[in-house]
């Protein structure tokens, strides 16, 4: 998985908080002091965002951490800045090439979606999507009647449930669908209406609310297995030009 360069919205960055160990920094502030003490220089490039990242276990005191979101122009200029090493270099090289596949991702994607085939199939997904979620709402009353007392979950976790069984994801997106391929979007489609077959399947047949989840997921896994497993880093392998939609 890249652990670098990420999406947000339209845009690519990469994060301070994610380099400064990579570029021989022993601390995240000693590169940050990088940056502003060049701020003017780097505000010539463009707006610099922060956010707020989480800890991890190497954090001083475990202390949420404000870092840089920088664009592609902003990571070339603080490679100039920093100091010079041979991690440094293979960094920069290993970056570019990776905000380089992000900005193809983005415009394939972008040229997927205007795609009138894959809009089609979308907008039936979404149908089969709905229906899908009015069975879930039904379950999770059934759930609660049954003594859950976090059936509302439901809604996340079967989506999470679905997407690991059909998909290798290698980075975050916002909502995968609008990302997948057509034969992908085709895949997630038949397995809502799996899924939402087994809920009914499982509150006909008056089975406890875990014993139907675990139904359903046997079903979506046991879908998976014979339909293969997509892996999904900078889109599917699906060819998503006009024609060329479908696998």
Request: glycine share 6%; net charge positive; proline share 1%.
């Amino acid at each position: 998985m890249n652990d670098l360069v990420r999406q947000h919205g339209k845009s690519i960055y990469v994060s301070t908080f994610s380099l400064f160990e990579k570029m021989g920094y022993k601390e995240h502030r000693t590169l940050k002091r990088v940056i502003r003490e060049n701020k003017s220089a780097f505000d010539d490039l463009g707006f610099l965002h922060l956010e707020v990242t989480k800890p991890n276990k190497k954090s001083r005191g475990g202390r949420p951490e404000e870092s840089y979101m920088l664009t592609e122009d902003h990571f070339i200029l603080l490679i100039l800045l920093a100091k010079n090493s041979k991690e440094s270099l293979l960094l920069k090289i290993r970056v570019s090439k990776e905000f380089r596949r992000m900005k193809k991702q983005l415009a394939r994607i972008a040229s997927q979606q205007e795609n009138e085939q894959w809009k089609e199939i979308r907008q039936s997904g979404k149908i089969d999507r709905r229906i899908e979620t009015d069975v879930i709402k039904i379950f999770i009353e059934y759930a609660i009647e049954q003594g859950s007392k976090s059936a509302s979950l439901y809604y996340m976790n079967i989506s999470k449930m679905e997407n690991k069984a059909l998909f290798i994801v290698e980075q975050k997106y916002k909502n995968l669908r609008d990302v997948l391929g057509g034969t992908d979007l085709l895949t997630i489609q038949q397995a809502d209406r799996i899924v939402g077959k087994a809920l009914q399947d499982g509150m006909n047949d008056k089975l406890f609310y875990k014993d139907i989840y675990k139904l359903a997921k046997e079903r979506v896994i046991m879908f998976a297995e014979i339909r293969g497993t997509s892996v999904l880093g900078y889109l599917t392998n699906d060819k998503t030009t006009t024609g060329q939609l479908l696998r």
